[in-house]
C-alpha cells in the first residue's frame, strides 16, 4: 500500500501530520511518501487530484483525506496493511532527525575549532599543525556536514527509506569525531599509531555512511 | 532523482573510500604506493568525495529551489564524464609523476566545473522586476 503525505515548509499543521504518519509507518507494512508541495512532484500530485489544502493523504493513487489526523483514524486509513516486522528503515519527512542535528551540530563544533587555524596563518600551517587543521575542516566539518544533510535529504530525493538505529545513524559520526581527534593528536604529538587509529576510524565511518546510503542511490527513484 | 544525479552521489561515496584508503596505506607504508601519494589522496577527497556529492546535491536542488527545469540535462551528462575522466587522469599522472598528464585531466575537471557553473547560472537567473 502506497501512502503519499502531501505537505509544504510552510504549513504548521504538516508537521505534525508527518511524524503522526511516520510513526505509523513504523507499524504499518506501508510505502511511505511525504511529497512537498514546493517540489515539482507535489505540485503534479496536487494538479491531478485537485488538491486546495494540505496536508492530504493519497493512498494508492487516491485522495483519501484532507487535514490533520490523529494517530488513531491515520492507524485506521490503512487498516488493510499488514503489521511491520522489519523496523530498521526509516522514512524522513521536512524536519530534521536527531542524528542528523547531532551531525550538524558536530559539523559547526569542528569549523569553530578547525578554524581557529585561519587566525593562526591559515589551513597551510607548517609542520603537523597543516594535516591537523586540514583534517579537522575536512574531515569534521565537511563530511560531518555532508552526513548529517545526506541522511535527511537523500531519502526524500530518492522517495527510498534509509536505515535508522545505533548502528547507521550514529556509529559513523561518533567515528568522525574519535577520528578528528586521534589524528589530530596524533600529528600534534608525534604519536603516528594514534594518527593511524583515526585514520582507520574515519574509513570505517565512510564505509557505514557508504553502505547505508548506497541502497538509496541504486534503486530508481520513486 | 535522475540516474545522473544518483551516479555523482554514488561516485563521491566511491572516491570517499578510495582516498581514505590511501590515506590509510600512505601512513602505514609510505613507498607502497608510487608517486605523489598525498595529492591523489587531498584530490579525491575534495575534488572526487566533496565535489561530486555537491554535483549530485546541486544539479537536483538548486532548479527546484529556483522553480524551474535544469537548463540543460545534456550538459549536466557532459559534466558528468567529464569530471570523472578528469579526476582518473589527474591520479594517473601523479602515480606516473608526469605533470603534463596531471595538468591534462585538471583541464578536464576545470571544464566539469565550468560546465556545472553555466548549467545551474542558467537556470538559476533572475528575470524578475528588481528587488523581488
Not at chain 1, 102 to 116: F, N, P, R, T, Y
Not at chain 1, 160 to 187: D, E, K, N
Not at chain 2, 91 to 102: D, E, K, M, S
Amino acid at each position: 500500500m502506497k501512502v503519499e503525505l502531501l505537505v509544504s515548509e510552510w504549513c504548521a499543521s504538516c508537521h505534525d501530520a508527518e511524524r503522526i504518519w511516520r510513526e505509523v509507518a513504523e507499524k504499518k507494512q506501508i510505502d511511505f511518501a511525504v511529497v512537498d508541495m514546493g517540489q515539482p512532484e507535489g505540485r503534479q500530485l496536487a494538479t491531478r487530484l485537485r488538491i486546495r489544502s494540505i496536508p492530504a493523504v493519497v493512498v494508492d493513487g487516491e485522495l483519501k483525506h484532507i487535514g490533520l489526523l490523529d494517530r488513531t483514524a491515520a492507524t485506521a486509513l490503512v487498516a488493510e496493511a499488514p503489521e511491520r516486522t522489519q523496523k530498521a528503515a526509516r522514512h524522513v519527512g521536512l524536519g530534521l532527525s536527531a542524528s542528523s542535528r547531532a551531525s550538524v551540530l558536530g559539523a559547526m563544533i569542528w569549523l569553530l575549532v578547525a578554524g581557529a587555524a585561519l587566525p593562526l596563518g591559515g589551513f597551510f600551517l607548517d609542520g603537523a599543525a597543516r594535516p591537523a587543521a586540514l583534517h579537522g575542516f575536512t574531515l569534521g566539518f565537511l563530511l560531518l556536514l555532508i552526513m548529517g544533510l545526506g541522511e535527511h535529504m537523500l531519502p526524500r530525493f530518492t522517495g527510498h527509506p534509509i536505515a535508522g538505529g545505533w548502528l547507521w545513524a550514529w556509529t559513523p559520526q561518533i567515528l568522525v569525531h574519535l577520528a578528528v581527534l586521534g589524528m589530530g593528536f596524533g600529528w600534534l604529538l608525534g604519536v603516528p599509531m594514534l594518527t593511524a587509529v583515526g585514520a582507520l576510524a574515519a574509513f570505517v565511518a565512510l564505509l557505514l555512511f557508504t553502505l547505508r546510503i548506497a541502497p538509496l542511490l541504486l534503486r530508481a527513484s520513486v | 532523482m535522475h540516474p545522473r544525479n544518483r551516479m555523482f552521489i554514488l561516485a563521491a561515496l566511491i572516491y570517499a573510500l578510495l582516498g581514505g584508503l590511501l590515506g590509510i596505506v600512505w601512513l602505514a607504508h609510505p613507498g607502497l604506493v608510487p608517486g605523489n601519494v598525498p595529492r591523489m589522496h587531498g584530490h579525491l577527497m575534495l575534488l572526487g568525495f566533496v565535489t561530486m556529492m555537491i554535483y549530485g546535491v546541486g544539479l537536483h536542488v538548486l532548479p527546484r529551489f529556483s522553480g524551474r527545469s535544469l537548463f540543460s540535462e545534456r550538459l549536466g551528462h557532459v559534466q558528468f564524464v567529464l569530471a570523472n575522466l578528469g579526476l582518473w587522469v589527474m591520479i594517473a599522472g601523479w602515480l606516473i609523476v608526469h605533470n603534463p598528464t596531471v595538468a591534462i585531466g585538471g583541464a578536464m575537471a576545470w571544464g566539469a566545473m565550468i560546465l556545472f557553473a553555466l548549467n545551474i547560472a542558467l537556470t538559476v537567473r533572475h528575470y524578475g522586476p528588481k528587488g523581488a
